[in-house]
């Protein structure tokens, strides 16, 4: 005898309450099997694909496209048969790290998942096959049309369709393979808005979009307002002469084993903070205000702000610290690209010590960061420039141009006090003046 198993929306990160359809993959009707892919979520932290922990028949969704559900509120309900084993989703250990050739031999009874860290590829759908009747009635005259395919778009793409109100069925796709991509979806959302050649450009017609706040961006949203009003911010700045540090860079970057990097100035920056972070570990550090205690770290995983499709994300390097320099630039440039292609997962944004921020990418100077919650401290770098220096040395002063930087650096006044916060500005500017401190 068949019964009907629902499967609540688990907790896919630390303690998150909530989550938005992004979109499902299955239907009403449709048989899925253990560790298919049922449907997309965003939650305040990232976009996860749910694997179904059933094998079944799916008799409803609980949920439609871009609602938002509570964690522990039915999500789907499957008909499993009374001997199908099934998968626990809440209470499911993370596997350890399976490559695809090894997922694909593992027996079917071993591939137990960690929820929304399914298996990637091929999503079939098939339609329950109708249950033979006495009296089967005539088929109609005319068969029923097919349901539409659902639109060819990554979990970004959508995000963002969504957050213009766009529908992706109405996209027409220009990426590859019949992907709907970003640009497309822009050039949907200008058409909806932009007038008709003959309107009159009065403000009359050229209307209005709003974007609703959700997931990411309403998450970030109370974290920035709860630490700027609950830590006690301290912003310091300095300008510094980072000649050294360029001329290092080329000479790095013509190494053979650094061939592929990406030998970017901001490899510099991380490096210049993990080293002044042993001088200054105050910095390194939460506060604990249950407990009434600061936490100090005594590891750095260094959070790296990255601006992307959802909003801005802090995905962290675990172990920053003890990574080389070689190794330190791999894992800059990974984070980076899973950032963008919107892979960042609940784990990677977990437990950072210290953040950087890259402000300068922008063109932009400087700026007064907000310290990312439950850190000390959070370090700005602004654009790189070409700008007229006065030079010192055994021949007098003279000004030349020189490759200038500013940084800025917020800390929490809790934790730091005025000294700490500047000798560990003051420990990074004079890395990046002289490299070379770095050997001492």
């Known amino acids: 005898m068949p019964t009907a198993k629902d499967f609540r929306l688990p907790d896919v990160g630390e303690g998150l309450t909530e989550a938005d359809i992004v979109g499902w993959s299955v239907g009403p009707g449709d048989v899925v099997e253990v560790n298919q892919i049922i449907v997309e979520i965003e939650t305040a932290k990232a976009v996860v694909e749910l694997p179904s922990p059933y094998a079944g028949v799916v008799t409803a969704v609980h949920a439609q496209e871009g609602e938002t559900l509570e964690v522990g509120r039915p999500l789907i309900t499957i008909e499993v048969a009374d ?82 109100g766009v529908d992706l069925a109405t996209v027409t796709p220009t990426g590859p393979g019949g992907v709907i991509s970003r640009e497309d979806v822009r050039r949907a959302a200008r058409d909806d808005v932009e007038p008709p050649a003959r309107a009159e450009a009065d403000g009359r017609t050229r209307g209005e979009t709003r974007i609703p706040i959700r997931g990411l961006r309403k998450h970030t949203a109370a974290a920035m307002v709860t630490s700027a009003f609950t830590a006690p911010h301290v912003t310091e700045f300095i300008t510094v002469d980072i000649t050294e540090t360029m001329r290092l860079r080329e000479v790095i970057a013509a190494r053979r084993e650094f061939r592929g990097a990406r030998i970017s100035p901001m490899l510099f920056m991380a490096k210049a903070l993990m080293l002044a972070l042993r001088r ?67 784990q990677d944004m977990a437990g950072g010590t210290i953040t950087l921020t890259n402000v300068g990418v922008f063109g932009v100077d400087t700026g007064t960061p907000i310290i990312n919650p439950g850190e000390a401290a959070i370090l700005a770098v602004g654009a790189v420039r070409r700008m007229p220096w006065v030079v010192e040395d055994h021949a007098g002063e003279r000004v030349e141009p020189r490759w200038t930087t500013q940084l800025a650096l917020s800390f929490d006044h809790r934790i730091a006090d005025g000294q700490q916060g500047s000798q560990l500005l003051a420990d990074i500017a004079a890395v990046l003046r002289e490299p070379g401190l770095a050997l001492l």
């Open 280 to 346: 200054t570990p105050q910095l390194n550090a939460g506060w604990d205000e249950q407990a009434q205690e600061i936490v100090l770290k005594h590891y750095v995983h260094l959070g790296i702000a990255a601006a992307t499709e959802r909003g801005l994300v802090v995905p962290n390097i675990k172990d920053a610290d003890l990574l080389s320099l070689r190794d330190l630039a791999g894992a800059i440039a990974s984070l980076a690209t899973t950032a963008r292609e919107g892979r960042t997962t609940p």
């Open 83 to 164: 001997d199908e084993p099934a998968v626990a989703p809440a209470t499911a250990p993370p596997p350890a790290p399976v490559t695809p050739t090894a997922a694909a031999e593992a027996p079917e009874e071993q591939t137990a998942l960690l929820v929304g860290y399914g298996p990637r590829g091929s999503r079939p759908t098939r339609r329950r096959p109708p249950r033979p009747t006495a009296t089967a009635p005539e088929p109609p005259a005319t068969s029923p049309a097919p349901p539409a395919p659902r639109p060819a778009a990554k979990p970004p793409v959508r995000k963002l369709a969504k957050d213009l």
